[in-house]
């Protein structure tokens, strides 16, 4: 890009190449939700919405009020699933705009009945299930139980479209914990079956559960971090490629972040870079200026250990990661010239850094390298 110094570039036929993959893997009748929550893990959430639609995602899953409204200002008129809280005062737009509502309390019940009822609107509901990992959700299946009997019961105020739980460690490859979170969910599933309850859409399955535990899948299944075309951690993709069953699974990834160097200098032996005079150059070197940093969501826990490609090189980070500027070691290409192209997160000739090569650097996880990539850094769609 000529008039801009950093920018993303989405591929979205990776995307569409992913929804696919999973779909292979899927029964034909089995449901996808896209999860395009935190601007699509960074990649811009109608885009990526408009294209997860195109490729057959049956539902589109969002964090909050905004996002949800955003998408339907835009013209998406596909089911939306807000997956989080929401503040009262949205609850009506949200009910007007046919959006789905999570119920996970018997606070969140009360105040979706009683906007409903005031705006004499029904409500489209997802009853959310804590089934281990203690964070949101009903953390009793008797008070899970008893909501739900409610909801059905008020239809006037309320359709039951779905029913759903969140794994906590399936990522982690020790089934056991997933396993004893699939029999709590069964549990409650079962005591529905006993009172005739039918629930249209059954989930708990996000990326990781959905390619390595079959029995997790139910009827929908949540595709997050893959939908991008990143592994779940690197033991999924492991386990992945030695399974019989899916060894033949794919993913792309479809995001790119490149800048351009803004200057070039030689320095002296000794010399210090960067705040703290944390760095001290060894010998003379050659340093080129990026003008990307913390705020344009390098995790500043690279400093003086990440790196970039340059011209299919390997560019080191040296001295701390300012707030909007990284200094690079460009000894390995002195010939490197202002306006040159750095890649953060893709591929230069035959190497390629991804967001697991950042996030393993700065031990954290892809999701965070990814989801902090701030909006006002330009997206090019492919």
């Known amino acids: 890009m000529s008039n801009t110094l950093a920018w993303i570039t989405v591929d979205l036929k990776a995307i569409d190449f992913n929804i696919k993959q999973f779909r292979r893997l899927l029964k034909p009748e089995t449901k996808i939700m896209a999860v395009v929550k935190a601007n699509a893990y960074g990649h811009g959430l109608f885009e990526v919405a408009k294209q997860a639609i195109k490729s057959g995602a049956n539902y589109l899953g969002v964090i909050s009020a905004d996002e949800a409204l955003e998408l339907r200002k835009k013209g998406i008129l596909q089911p939306i699933v ?21 119920v996970y309390n018997e606070e969140s019940y009360r105040a979706i ?6 705006i004499n609107r029904k409500a489209i509901v997802h009853v959310k299930l804590d089934s281990g990992i203690n964070r949101l959700g009903f953390s009793s299946l008797d008070d899970a139980l008893r909501i739900i009997k409610l909801i ?7 359709e039951l479209e779905g029913l759903y739980s969140h794994l906590a460690s399936v990522e ?14 069964e549990r409650l599933l079962n005591k529905l ?13 996000s990326s990781a559960a959905a390619i390595m535990v079959p029995e997790s899948r139910f009827n929908c299944v949540r595709i997050g971090i893959s939908l991008y075309g990143i592994w779940p951690s ?15 699974f794919k993913l792309k990834p479809s995001l790119s972040y490149k800048t351009k160097l803004v200057q070039v200098k030689r320095i002296r032996a000794g010399s210090y870079v960067g705040y703290g005079c944390n760095y001290q150059a060894k010998s003379a070197m050659t340093i080129g200026i990026i003008p990307v940093g913390y705020f344009e969501g390098i995790p500043r826990h690279l400093s003086n250990m990440g790196f970039a490609l340059l011209k299919g090189a390997v560019v080191p980070f040296v001295g701390r990661v300012c707030m909007n500027m990284i200094i690079l070691d460009l000894s390995r290409r002195p010939r ?13 000739q035959n190497k390629e850094i991804t967001a697991t090569d950042i996030a393993d650097w700065a031990s954290t996880i892809s999701y965070e390298v990814l989801s ?3 909006a006002h850094i330009p997206r090019v769609y492919k």
Do not use: H, M
């Not at 089934?175 to 969910?185: A, R």
């Open 152 to 158: 059905t019961s008020k239809t006037r105020q309320f």
């Open 172 to 185: 982690e490859l020790n089934q056991s914990y997933t396993n004893d979170q699939i029999l709590v969910f």
């Open 372 to 374: 902090r990539i701030p």
């Open 113 to 118: 009945a009683r906007i409903a009822d005031i």
């Open 336 to 348: 490197a010239k202002v306006g040159d192209e750095v890649v953060i997160i893709g591929r230069s």
């Open 234 to 248: 690197r033991g999924v993709e492991l386990w992945c490629k030695r399974s019989k069953k899916t060894r033949n």
């Open 193 to 205: 079956e006993k009172l005739d309850v039918k629930i249209p859409i059954i989930s708990i399955a």
């Open 82 to 102: 807000v997956l989080g809280a929401v503040s009262k005062d949205s609850i009506a737009s949200l009910i007007r705009n046919k959006v789905s509502l999570s």
